[in-house]
């Protein structure tokens, strides 16, 4: 267990990170860090931007839910606790510079890369590196790319990745399934702790997953936002996915 020992102004806490959606801020205990959601959401490589009230809530708290289902499947990751209303304590890993994508069914950048008929589902789930790299557009990677670049020592560790992502693709669907939903594709961020090991990190939610609607194919997930769909309408569907995943309305 993890003593964790906050201020009640989390802004006074040191900013060591700040990305698109999320700050990254220090905390008192050197080996845990706490974990900000904003109301930002954003497109295109950061180019669309908007602020949806409520979504860090809806982020936080849908991330926290599944990492918490994620280690009771017995997979390694970096959530500690969530805080309300938009606050996740998470240990600090060494983060790597990989995009891992799992995708079930040809959907987004997919179908436009390759000869595939959108919403076909996949023989088998395919499994994706990307290199976070802005200025080379994140290009994709292969297994031996990652020992190559110095990103991981050994092809083993890059196994060790794909083995658990796919794992958390069959816990995920499976779950999702009963929820009524389809889990299209997803994004997964690997770090290692203090002594090693290789953890999932960052989120797990609907900007990070593509879920559709098992009966009618309805889009539940960020792409209504990518689609230029109303902000009144990207919120409405944001609160549809908190709803069908924890189970209860969201408390913002």
């Not at 499947?73 to 600090?92: A, D, K």
Request: proline fraction near 4%; charged fraction near 35%; hydrophobic fraction near 35%.
């Amino acid at each position: 267990m993890w003593e964790v020992m906050l201020p009640q102004d989390f802004s006074k806490l040191e900013v060591i990170g700040e990305g698109k959606t999320k700050i990254v801020r220090r905390m008192e205990n050197p080996d845990l860090v706490l974990l900000e959601f904003k109301d930002a959401i954003t497109a295109l490589d950061g180019e669309k931007k908007d602020t949806l009230t409520g979504k860090g809530h809806i982020n936080a708290r849908i991330s926290s839910f599944l990492f918490e289902f994620l280690s009771k499947e017995g997979v390694p990751t970096h959530y500690v606790s969530f805080i309300e209303p938009n606050y996740m304590v998470v240990r600090r890993l060494k983060m790597l510079p990989v995009e891992i994508v799992c995708r079930n069914i040809a959907a987004g950048s997919f179908t436009k890369k390759y000869p595939v008929k959108a919403g076909s589902r996949l023989k088998y789930p395919v499994v994706e590196y990307y290199l976070k790299d802005d200025l080379r557009h994140d290009p994709m990677m292969n297994e031996d790319h990652i020992v190559v670049l110095g990103i991981l020592p050994s092809i083993e560790e890059v196994k060790e990745i794909k083995e658990l992502t796919l794992k958390v693709n069959k816990s995920l669907s499976n779950f999702l399934d009963s929820k009524g939903i389809t889990l299209v594709d997803f994004k997964l961020e690997f770090g290692k702790d203090k002594d090693g090991k290789i953890c999932i990190g960052d989120e797990i939610n609907g900007d990070s997953m593509r879920l559709w609607d098992k009966e009618t194919g309805r889009v539940l997930d960020k792409d209504v936002y990518r689609q230029g769909k109303k902000l009144s309408e990207v919120l409405e569907t944001y609160r549809e996915c908190y709803k069908r995943i924890i189970g209860e309305e969201p408390k913002v």
